[in-house]
């Protein structure tokens, strides 16, 4: 079941997370490029490679931890990526204080791997990404640790 999110439900959100976020820029492109390619010549690009993670995870896993109780932030959180979504779950848990524990793939990228370490997340390497989610659910399951997954929001937090 889909619940329709309501305007003060995303203003409560964006004010819950602002102390932990970057409040990245939105850029007008006008260019000749634009006013031949698209439609209405109009082209708005938010510059997310500016927030803090350098991706726009940072507001889905912040506000997934937020809106957690103190017991379940107590025991951890877990979470499945390759890649943007590992960094921003390993940036909140730390900025929050929360144990994080990410399952990645042994062949992603070397610096991902290396700057979710450096926000403190304990790193599990996999070497099948068929592995990655039945590891991310086992190790929720055993340590009772709450999952933050990758692109289903917090409908799917355990």
Request: aromatic share 6%.
């Amino acid at each position: 079941m889909t619940t329709l999110l309501q305007l003060d439900d995303i203003r409560a959100t964006a004010q819950r997370i602002q102390p932990y976020i970057n409040r990245t820029p939105l850029y007008h492109w006008q260019d000749t490029w634009v006013d031949e390619h698209v439609s209405d010549g109009e082209l708005h690009l938010k510059l997310e490679f500016l927030q803090r993670t350098g991706s726009f995870k940072a507001r889905g896993a912040v506000n997934n931890i937020l809106t957690r109780d103190d017991a379940e932030r107590g025991k951890g959180v877990t979470a499945v990526s390759a890649g943007n979504h590992a960094i921003a779950v390993a940036y909140a848990a730390k900025t929050l204080g929360v144990s994080a524990k990410v399952v990645m793939h042994r062949g992603a990228n070397a610096a991902r791997i290396a700057k979710c370490r450096a926000f403190g997340a304990e790193i599990i390497l996999v070497d099948d990404m068929a592995q990655a989610f039945p590891t991310m659910e086992e190790i929720a399951a055993t340590e009772d640790r709450s999952i933050i997954h990758p692109f289903e929001g917090q409908a799917a937090a355990v």
